[in-house]
């Protein structure tokens, strides 16, 4: 098990209630562990819609992550 700093923004953080929080998990990359917490916390968005952001880099969803990361989850910004 590794331990995540996770980041929610937007809608995601809304949804789960909160905008932060650490978690213990398996994912090993970035596309694992949104899934499995869009499946706990019943997100409605696919990976497609969102950016994915580890240690304030932007990567792609098959980033390879390490224990300590700090991971954010990103949906699309609308404003004005």
Sequence with gaps: MKTYQIHYFGLLGERRGRSD????????????????????????????????????EMVSWDHA?????????LPPMSGG
């Design 21 to 56: 929080e650490a978690i213990t998990s398996d994912a090993a990359t970035a596309r694992e562990l949104y899934e499995s917490l869009a499946t706990e916390h019943a997100f409605g968005m696919p990976c497609g819609d969102l950016r994915a952001a580890v240690n304030d």
């Design 65 to 73: 992550l390490k224990d300590g990361d700090d991971v954010a989850f």
